[in-house]
């Protein structure tokens, strides 16, 4: 049986790295993206992933994309809630609208999303749905109250979403990536990326959007059904928390 995932903003950084893992372990992939149409059309190009657009801070948006990919690849058995943006400034400096974009676009878009798969989970009685938080919901980050609230959020979506699913054969986890070598990162001042986060990393590098990839696969298949309301952490030492 070929399992259906969807992986949101599937198309660039970290996503399009999970949407080609997930491919490769024999899923069928649907990747959704937001605004991007060349890299869209030209990751479908170079993968045969079939690229699907919507904004997934919209629900209505998101149950539209959501009954086209189920006609077309089927009913979803994974759902890998990893499209995100940032909006840093420290408080003082941040508009409302930089604050709503991010709960919006980081948060609502789990509920939304998770939402919308949850019944036909419980009715097939099998689910993974994977969350891309970030170490800086789990740490806190300077420029980052946004962020780090809604990755934070995240993690409570999912301790809370792991009891509901458990009898269920639905499993709900966390990735929190630590500071990944994408266009996300890449966007951080270089000053501040070599002079206060690079030192930080005890493995003293850049992880590779691959290396969240593997852990979100892992956390897909069935070697993972006994692991629920986890958080995984692949930062390099950045943030050891046990
Ligand atoms: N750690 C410690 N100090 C920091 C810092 C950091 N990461 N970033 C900034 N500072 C310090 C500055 O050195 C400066 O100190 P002084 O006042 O002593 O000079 C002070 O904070 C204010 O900094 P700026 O003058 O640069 O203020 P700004 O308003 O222009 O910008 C900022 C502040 C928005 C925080 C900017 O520095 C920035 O973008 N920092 C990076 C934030 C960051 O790490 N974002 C992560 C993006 S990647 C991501 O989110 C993916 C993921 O999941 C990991």
Not at 56 to 67: L, P, Q, S
Request: proline residues 3%; contains cysteine.
């Amino acid at each position: 049986m070929t399992r259906v995932a969807v992986v949101t903003g599937g198309t660039r950084g970290i996503g399009h790295a999970i949407s080609i893992a997930l491919k490769n372990k024999g899923y069928r992939v649907a990747a959704n993206y937001a605004g991007n149409d060349a890299a869209a059309q030209q990751f479908q190009v170079e993968t045969g992933i079939p690229v699907y657009k919507w904004n997934v801070g919209d629900y209505d948006a998101c149950a539209k994309g959501v009954e086209e990919v189920t006609k077309a690849l089927g009913p979803i058995d994974v759902l890998v809630n990893n499209a995100g943006i940032t909006r840093d400034a420290m408080l003082h400096k941040m508009t409302p609208e930089q604050w709503r974009e991010v709960i919006n676009v980081d948060l609502d878009s789990i509920f939304n999303m998770s939402r919308l798969v949850i019944d036909s989970m419980r009715n097939r009685k099998f689910g993974r749905i994977i969350n891309i938080s970030s170490i800086n919901g789990r740490k806190g980050q300077m420029g980052q109250t946004n962020y780090s609230a809604a990755k934070a959020g995240a993690h409570g979506f999912t301790k809370a979403l792991a009891f509901e699913g458990a009898s269920k054969g639905i499993t709900v986890n966390t990735v929190a990536p630590g500071y990944i070598n994408t266009e996300m990162v890449a966007a951080v001042p270089k000053e501040v990326l070599d002079t206060k986060i690079i030192p930080q990393i005890p493995v003293g590098r850049l992880g590779e959007a691959e290396e969240i990839a593997r852990a979100v696969t892992f956390l897909a298949s069935d070697d993972a059904g006994f692991i629920t309301g986890a958080c995984l952490d692949v930062n390099g030492g950045h943030y050891i928390a046990l």
